[in-house]
């Protein structure tokens, strides 16, 4: 099944350092999600974005619908030890009664003080 | 939070046993998902429901079934374990709206493990 590629796959970064993380697909998609999984939870969800070229902001968190609708780009402001985790990014697809997610492979980030 | 339950929430299992888990909601949300989640390979979706006896096929459904016989109940079935089948599965909903948001809320996951 395809997976969108996600980059980069890990970051070590210290506190208070900005983030950036993207997504690309070779397909379209009207829905763009990003996700935070901790360890031995489930994935929450953080932002989703509804239309090319949206830029949304949660906290310090801010994500883009990239215009072609083939990206998406989630950036965190001024790291803390809190955003260590996994971030997936996920794109909606919908034909009649199926409506389905595709999940990036996840960027892991790791927050050092 | 969609006030999504899954259970059990661990479970260890022999080779060729049968073995369902069950996911509970009480968003009265329309649709509800099946994933596993492996190493390498992000989440992948096994079955999804969108109603009550309705449900079709993921990408990686061979060896598992489902059934959902209410609309906060969506249960899933390993017919005959294998090691293979090792893996943490999580069930999401969403509200299924057409037109509307297409957000995903996940379970906190059962990790099951096949001897």
């Known amino acids: 099944g395809q997976q969108l590629n996600q980059s980069p796959q890990s970051m070590f970064i210290q506190e208070g350092e900005d983030v950036s993380m993207n997504c690309t697909s070779s397909?379209?998609?009207?829905?763009w999600l990003w996700y935070k999984q901790e360890p031995g939870e489930g994935p929450v969800l953080l932002i989703a974005?509804?239309?090319?070229?949206e830029l949304t902001s949660n906290g310090r968190l801010t994500a883009q619908f990239g215009i072609t609708r083939k990206d998406s780009f989630l950036n965190i402001s001024a790291s803390i030890p809190s955003d260590v985790g996994i971030y997936f990014c996920?794109?909606?697809?919908?034909?009649?009664?199926?409506?389905?997610?595709?999940f990036g492979t996840g960027t892991r980030l790791q927050v050092t003080l | 939070d969609a006030g999504i339950t899954q259970s059990p929430r661990h479970k260890v299992t022999e080779t060729g046993t049968p073995v369902t888990l069950r996911c509970h909601q009480t968003e009265n949300h329309r649709y509800m998902y099946w994933y596993r989640q492996d190493p390498g390979h992000g989440l992948r979706l096994i079955h999804y429901?969108?109603?009550?006896?309705?449900?079709d096929k993921g990408e990686v459904s061979d060896g598992y079934s489902v059934s959902r016989s209410k609309t906060e109940d969506f249960l899933l079935t390993l017919e005959s374990a294998t090691s293979s089948q090792t893996s943490v599965y999580f069930c999401a909903t969403a509200t299924g709206t057409s037109g509307g948001p297409q957000e995903q809320y996940f379970g906190p996951g059962t990790r099951l493990t096949v001897t």
């Open positions: 429901s969108y109603g009550v006896k309705d449900t």
């Open positions: 996920a794109g909606h697809v919908q034909t009649g009664t199926a409506s389905k997610l595709t």
């Open positions: 974005l509804y239309k090319a070229g």
């Open positions: 397909s379209i998609f009207n829905t």
